[in-house]
């Protein structure tokens, strides 16, 4: 399915979803942020990264926003402003999940790095242990050299 077509579905699934709230007495500003960040949300997880079309997405819905809530006066400008949060909160979704994930790896990574570095005190410590335990044998600057150490 093209990038355009896409967005005109974007905005029929708006438009249709709204009229159904609408029919069952359930246009309210709440209703209609849901119904806007599930269709944004939904197209973005279609859309390639980057791509142009994704305006046309977050603006195909809130036209469909404005154009079915136009008649109800001062409600409306509320109703219109949640539904641009809402577009905001699913055009951000799908990325805000790849970062949580990526810090998720981060902090993996710095568990494994943190006890390499445990693992690695450790065996110089236990090597530094070793060599003290054999000073007997050893001269007064090789002595003097691992306490240093």
Same mark, same amino acid.
């Given at each position: 399915? !093209?990038?355009?077509?896409k967005t005109? !579905?974007?905005? *029929?699934?708006?438009?249709a $979803?709204l009229? @159904? ?5 359930q246009?309210?500003? $709440?209703r209609?942020r849901?119904?806007?960040?599930e ?5 973005m997880a279609e859309?390639k990264e980057?791509s ?7 603006r ?6 404005? *154009?079915s809530?136009?008649e109800r006066? @001062? ?5 219109i ?6 577009a +905001?909160?699913g055009l951000s979704? @799908? @990325?805000r999940?790849?970062?949580?994930q990526?810090?998720?790896e981060?902090?993996?990574?710095? !568990?494994? +790095?943190?006890?390499?570095e445990?693992?690695?005190?450790d065996?110089?410590?236990s090597?530094?242990? $070793? ?5 007997g044998?050893? !001269?007064?600057?090789?002595?003097e ?5």
């Amino acid at each position: 399915m !093209s990038d355009s077509v896409k967005t005109s !579905s974007v905005k *029929e699934r708006v438009t249709a $979803d709204l009229q @159904k709230a609408k029919a069952q007495g359930q246009l309210r500003t $709440d209703r209609i942020r849901e119904i806007v960040r599930e269709a944004v949300e939904g197209a973005m997880a279609e859309f390639k990264e980057g791509s142009g079309e994704i305006r046309s997405v977050v603006r195909d819905a809130i036209v469909a926003v404005v *154009e079915s809530v136009r008649e109800r006066g @001062k409600e409306s400008q509320e109703d219109i402003t949640a539904s641009i949060e809402a577009a +905001i909160d699913g055009l951000s979704h @799908k @990325k805000r999940a790849e970062i949580a994930q990526a810090e998720a790896e981060v902090q993996q990574l710095q !568990s494994r +790095i943190d006890n390499q570095e445990r693992d690695l005190q450790d065996q110089i410590d236990s090597t530094l242990s $070793d060599l003290e335990t054999t000073q007997g044998s050893t !001269s007064n600057g090789l002595n003097e050299a691992i306490a240093n150490a």
